[in-house]
């Protein structure tokens, strides 16, 4: 199973801390976000990840280089401009292959095994759908949500009339099946949402909530209290 991290986002919120390096390569703790979630896909057994990137990206190139150091294979799909969520993972469809693939926001942290991506992957395979998302309970940033989860797994963009549940927030995490992007013109800007929402309406996107500690690294304030977090775990 091949993962992809985001990385191609320029971090308007974290400046100045993004002005002269990358979102991805930001510290907390002993290792920077990227390397957070490359450590913990290894530990999972996923140890095929293409990373995409625009802003400074040589930068994560230079820091990461082939993952060899941290026990992975690593390739990457540079953007010029960035393409957005689902144009920049059109592009990197040649390197993810025909499968069900993970994809992680590399601007969250999380201490979600990996592992429950493959019976999710293999979940798909069995079925007609094209994702599976993994959602979190609104973040203060995001009061509204995104989308309402349905017994047993049936994600929704528009409120059903069964239940009287708020909506979640999609956690940056989910199995994909390149079909959902394959129709998208390559090197093109494209956003994820209207995409999940277009399938959602098809019944074609399932999820649960994440079972796990999870966080929007988008300010610097958020990077600062996770930083504090782990360095009184150490």
Not at 3 to 32: F, N, Q, W, Y
Not at 88 to 104: E, T, V
Not at 148 to 164: K, N, R, V
Not at 202 to 228: M, N, Y
Request: glycine letters at 8%; aromatic letters at 6%; one cysteine or more.
């Amino acid at each position: 199973m091949k993962a992809m991290i985001l990385a191609a986002g320029r971090g308007e919120r974290m400046r100045p801390l993004t002005d002269h390096c990358p979102k991805p390569l930001l510290r907390a703790g002993k290792h920077s976000l990227i390397e957070w979630h490359i450590l913990r896909l290894q530990r999972a057994g996923i140890t095929d990840i293409v990373i995409n990137h625009a802003w400074l990206g040589e930068k994560i190139e230079a820091a990461l280089g082939d993952g060899s150091q941290l026990g992975v294979h690593i390739q990457y799909s540079p953007e010029n401009p960035a393409l957005e969520t689902a144009g920049g993972i059109r592009q990197a469809l040649p390197l993810l292959g025909d499968s069900p693939f993970l994809i992680i926001n590399g601007d969250v942290f999380t201490d979600w095994d990996a592992q429950h991506a493959f019976a999710a992957a293999k979940a798909l395979d069995d079925s007609d759908r094209l994702a599976h998302l993994w959602m979190v309970e609104n973040p203060e940033h995001n009061l509204k949500g995104d989308f309402y989860l349905q017994a047993p797994s049936q994600l929704l963009s528009e409120h059903p009339l069964t239940i009287s549940d708020k909506p979640l927030t999609y956690s940056g995490i989910g199995c994909y099946k390149p079909a959902l992007f394959s129709a998208l013109p390559v090197g093109q800007p494209a956003p994820l949402g209207p995409l999940l929402r277009q399938a959602m309406s098809q019944q074609h996107i399932s999820g649960e909530a994440l079972q796990s500690t999870w966080t929007d690294v988008g300010t610097p304030e958020r990077l600062e209290k996770i930083s504090s977090q782990l360095g009184a775990l150490e």
